[in-house]
C-alpha cells in the first residue's frame, strides 16, 4: 500500500514549485489531478520534446491526470468548484489575488467542502507588502542572501545558482505542511490554508542562517578541488585538517621558505597536495590514498555520470518509463524507501497531454455523463489537446 492512497489532490500550478509538490504526492500514491490552462503550462516547451512531451514536463508531472478548464470562460471557475468539493487537497502557485479573482480563494472553497486542505506558494507570501511581486527562483536566491554569499565564497560576483533551489524548496516544505494538516483533517474534520512563502522556505533551509542574524562574517565550508590522476578531485573539510592527515599518513612536506606567512605557507601546501594526487598510477590508487587519511573525497562529475554511479543504479534513482514514442525515456525516482510501504513512479506511467483525462475525472469525481463533458467541450470551458483522444483510445 502506498502512503496516501485514496487522497484526491487538484494541481492548479505551473512550472515548478507546485508541480513539484504534486508530483511527490502522486508518487506517495495519492490521484493527482493537474488542472491546466489551454495554453498549456509553459514547460511543456523545456527540454527534449517526444511525442509531444517536453523532458522538463515530464519530469514534474508524470502519473499526474489531466483536465484542460479556460477559467475565463463562463463556467470555467465554477467547474474548478465542483471538483474542489470532492477533493482533499488543492495546490496552486499563481500570483496572490488571481484565485480569488476567479471566486476560487480559499474562503471561497472552504465553504464548500470544509475539510480541503489548500496549499497556496508564492514568492513574498499572500499578504504584506510584497505580496504582489513577480517571483521567479533568482528573485528568490538574490533576495535570500545566497548569491552574496557566493560572491564573497568565489570572490567574484554571481548571477544565479544552476538550479531552481528556491522553488523545490517551498515545494518540500509546502508538502510537509500538507501532510500536517491533513492529519488535523482527519483528526478534526477541518481544513485550512498553508501559506508557503518561498524567501521563508529558503531562509529557514538557509544552514548558515545563523550568521547573518548573529551578525558574523560568512566563512565557507565547501569543497576544495585538486588535480587528480585522469580529472580533478574534491575534498570537504577544513584545510588545516586535510594538510594534516596527508603530513601525518603519507608524510606530505611543503618546500616554504624558513619565516614565511600563512598565505604563503598555504600556496606552498597546495602545491605539495596537487602534486602528491596527481602522483598516482591510477585513480584507485587515489582514492585509497585519501580513505587512509579518512578524508571525504567526491568526483566532479556531469548530472548523467551521477545517474550512472554505483549508488544511484544500485538504488534505482532513476526510472524507465513509457515516453508515448514506442519506446522509454528516465525520468528521476522519488527518493523515499519505505520499510513497508510503496512510493514512486511506476515504468507504466505516463505524462498527461492537455485534456487527456476530462471525461474519465469528470465522470469518476462528479458522475458526469459524456453528454456533459462534450456540451463544456464546445462551450471553451474543456480543452482537449489534439491527438489526446487517439492516445486514450489506443491509437498513438
Same mark, same amino acid.
Not at 268 to 292: C, H, P, Q
Not at 320 to 330: H, L, S, V, W
Given at each position: 500500500m502506498r502512503p496516501l492512497e485514496g487522497i484526491k489532490v487538484l494541481d492548479m500550478s505551473r512550472v515548478l514549485a507546485g508541480p513539484f509538490a504534486g508530483r511527490i504526492l502522486h508518487d506517495l500514491g495519492a490521484e493527482v489531478v493537474k488542472i491546466e490552462p489551454p495554453e498549456g503550462d509553459v514547460t511543456r516547451n523545456w527540454g527534449k520534446v517526444r511525442a509531444g512531451l517536453a523532458g522538463y514536463y515530464t519530469q514534474q508531472n508524470v502519473g499526474k491526470q489531466n483536465v484542460c478548464i479556460d477559467l475565463r470562460a463562463e463556467g470555467g471557475p465554477e467547474l474548478v468548484r465542483r471538483l474542489a468539493v470532492e477533493a482533499d487537497v488543492l495546490i496552486e502557485n499563481f500570483r496572490p489575488g488571481i484565485m480569488k479573482k476567479f471566486g476560487l480563494a480559499y474562503e471561497d472553497l472552504s465553504r464548500l467542502n470544509p475539510k480541503l486542505v489548500m496549499l497556496s506558494i508564492s514568492g513574498f507570501g499572500q499578504a504584506g507588502p510584497e505580496s504582489a511581486r513577480a517571483a521567479y527562483a533568482p528573485i528568490l536566491h538574490a533576495e535570500s542572501g545566497w548569491l552574496q554569499r557566493s560572491a564573497e565564497w568565489n570572490q567574484r560576483p554571481v548571477s544565479d545558482l544552476n538550479l531552481s533551489a528556491a522553488d523545490t524548496n517551498a515545494s518540500l516544505h509546502g508538502t510537509i505542511g500538507l501532510l500536517a494538516a491533513l492529519r488535523v483533517a482527519e483528526l478534526t474534520g477541518e481544513g485550512q490554508h498553508i501559506d508557503m512563502c518561498m524567501l521563508d522556505a529558503f531562509l529557514a533551509t538557509d544552514d548558515a542562517s545563523h550568521v547573518g542574524l548573529d551578525d558574523l562574517r560568512y566563512t565557507p565550508a565547501g569543497g576544495l578541488v585538486w588535480e587528480g590522476v585522469d580529472g580533478p578531485i574534491l575534498t570537504a573539510g577544513d584545510f588545516r585538517w586535510i594538510w594534516k592527515q596527508l603530513h601525518? $599518513?603519507?608524510?606530505?612536506?611543503?618546500?616554504?621558505?624558513?619565516?614565511?606567512?600563512?598565505?604563503?605557507?598555504?600556496?606552498? #601546501?597546495? $602545491?605539495?597536495?596537487?602534486?602528491?594526487?596527481?602522483?598516482?598510477?591510477?585513480?584507485?590508487?587515489?582514492?585509497?590514498?585519501?580513505?587512509?587519511?579518512?578524508?571525504?573525497?567526491?568526483?566532479?562529475?556531469?548530472?548523467?555520470?551521477?545517474?550512472?554511479?554505483?549508488?544511484?543504479?544500485? #538504488?534505482?534513482?532513476? $526510472?524507465?518509463?513509457?515516453?508515448?514514442?514506442?519506446?522509454? #525515456?528516465? $525520468?528521476?525516482?522519488?527518493?523515499? #524507501?519505505?520499510?513497508?510501504?510503496d512510493s514512486g513512479v511506476q515504468p507504466a506511467d505516463v505524462a498527461p497531454y492537455r485534456g487527456e483525462h476530462n471525461s474519465e475525472v469528470l465522470l469518476g469525481w462528479l458522475g458526469s455523463s459524456d453528454h456533459e463533458v462534450e456540451a463544456l467541450l464546445r462551450a471553451g470551458v474543456l480543452l482537449e489537446e489534439e491527438g489526446s483522444e487517439e492516445v486514450q483510445h489506443g491509437k498513438a
Open positions: 601525518a $599518513v603519507h608524510g606530505l612536506e611543503d618546500e616554504a621558505p624558513e619565516g614565511a606567512d600563512i598565505p604563503t605557507k598555504r600556496a606552498y #601546501r597546495e $602545491v605539495a597536495i596537487n602534486k602528491f594526487l596527481g602522483s598516482f598510477d591510477t585513480r584507485a590508487e587515489m582514492y585509497e590514498a585519501l580513505d587512509e587519511c579518512n578524508l571525504a573525497w567526491g568526483d566532479i562529475k556531469t548530472t548523467a555520470q551521477a545517474y550512472e554511479s554505483p549508488t544511484a543504479a544500485h #538504488r534505482g534513482s532513476s $526510472v524507465a518509463i513509457d515516453a508515448r514514442d514506442g519506446a522509454t #525515456r528516465r $525520468v528521476p525516482q522519488t527518493p523515499y #524507501r519505505f520499510s513497508k510501504s
